[in-house]
Nanobody, 123 residues
Framework: QVQLVESGGGLVQAGGSLRLSCAAS????????RGWFRQAPGKERDFVAV????????YYADSVSGRFTISRDNAKNTVYLQMNNLKPEDTGVYYC????????????????WGQGTQVTVSS
């Protein structure tokens, strides 16, 4: 069993920055993929960014590329999402995910999820 605990959400003005953290515990694997999805009210859960834990390869949604950076700390078993130049459309609940997805960008392919952390960007 894997537990994922997110932190770091909050309220920020447009153009500001936030850093999200996702600490994993339990039965984790170096071969898995971990990352972030987000869900705005009334919308589906969308891909944001993920990282292959062992290789460190990163993948980003076009809407966040160049503004967000995903990284990992192996010693802390934690994945981070540094979010810069935030926009109101980045508002939503951000969920940490882990698993062995056949499609990295589909939320249906991840087996473990955190409880989510709210990010609100005001204009």
């Amino acid at each position: 069993q894997v537990q994922l605990v997110e932190s770091g959400g909050g309220l920020v003005q447009a153009g500001g920055s936030l850093r999200l953290s996702c600490a994993a515990s339990g039965r984790t694997f170096n071969s898995e993929v971990r990352g972030w999805f987000r869900q705005a009210p009334g919308k589906e859960r969308d891909f944001v960014a993920v990282i292959r834990w062992s290789a460190g390869t990163t993948y980003y949604a076009d809407s966040v590329s160049g503004r967000f950076t995903i990284s990992r700390d192996n010693a802390k078993n934690t994945v981070y999402l540094q979010m810069n130049n935030l926009k109101p459309e980045d508002t939503g609940v951000y969920y940490c995910a882990a698993g062995f997805p056949s499609n990295l960008r589909s939320s249906e392919n991840y087996s473990h999820w955190g409880q989510g952390t709210q990010v609100t960007v005001s204009s």
